[in-house]
């Protein structure tokens, strides 16, 4: 079955540093993948799209690397701060090349910067 | 610019009452999303819309779930009678519509109704 993983357990990290959060798929074959982030009580927010065919996208202090042959996205969040904690959530898109923005979510990972 | 707005924020109601739910896309954005997010199941797409046509209901539950567009500046998802599993919170989104070979269209999100089935 079509499945996206992220970690489940949140990530601590203090600030200043680097926070990664992974990303992997399988049995998907997506033409282009998307990151969000949600604060509580709030909706997701959207932060970043990479397609496939770009190894690497940036944004301010965001990255995000896609590599097709793991099936893995790479978020990172340079010099990061307490404001930056949140979940932050994975899409695809279901379904290749057709005229849709139907996405599939992962379960998301728990961001928390210490100050 | 106002974002996707839904209605009630909060719902709060006894199991076999019917529930509905609203949502104003943002204006000029021809493709909508109803999702449920859980902590077990996480964000779930229960249905969309494109040029207010449902395209992929399949996300639906079951038939007491059930959703509409009247016009491309409203939606409805009502859920008739409610039971506690449908306890959740329900968020609309909004996105221009993409075309073949066109960049994926990132979503825009309303902050959710919390509904809660007692």
């Known amino acids: 079955s079509q499945k996206i993983e992220q970690n489940s357990e949140a990530l601590n990290i203090q600030e200043g540093k680097t926070a990664t959060l992974t990303c992997n798929y399988t049995?998907?074959?997506?033409?282009?993948l998307q990151w969000y982030r949600q604060d509580p009580g709030r909706g997701p927010v959207f932060l970043l799209l990479?397609?496939?065919?770009?190894k690497e996208k940036r944004k301010e202090r965001l990255k995000v690397t896609f590599d097709t042959t793991l099936k893995q996205s790479l978020f990172h969040i340079t010099a990061s701060q307490p404001a930056d904690s949140a979940t932050y959530l994975c899409?695809?898109?279901?379904?290749?090349?057709?005229?849709?923005?139907?996405?599939?979510f992962g379960t998301g990972t728990l961001l928390a910067v210490q100050p | 610019d106002a974002g996707v707005i839904q209605s009630p924020r909060h719902e709060v109601t006894e199991m076999g009452q019917e529930v509905t739910l609203r949502c104003k896309p943002i204006?000029?954005?021809?493709?909508l999303f109803w999702y449920r997010q859980t902590m077990m199941r996480g964000l779930e797409l229960l249905i969309y819309?494109?040029?207010?046509?449902?395209?992929?209901d399949s996300g639906m539950p079951e038939d007491r779930f059930s959703a509409k567009m009247p016009n491309a500046s409203f939606s409805t998802l009502k859920i008739q009678p409610s039971e506690p599993r449908d306890s959740a919170v329900y968020f609309c989104?909004?996105?221009?519509?993409?075309?073949?070979?066109?960049?994926?269209?990132?979503?825009?999100f309303g902050d959710g109704t919390r509904l809660s089935i007692l």
């Open positions: 819309f494109n040029n207010n046509v449902p395209i992929d």
């Open positions: 989104a909004s996105s221009l519509a993409s075309n073949p070979g066109a960049v994926n269209q990132p979503q825009h």
């Open positions: 049995n998907y074959s997506p033409a282009y």
């Open positions: 990479i397609r496939e065919n770009e």
């Open positions: 899409a695809l898109v279901a379904g290749y090349g057709g005229a849709t923005n139907k996405l599939i």
């Open positions: 204006s000029g954005h021809n493709s």
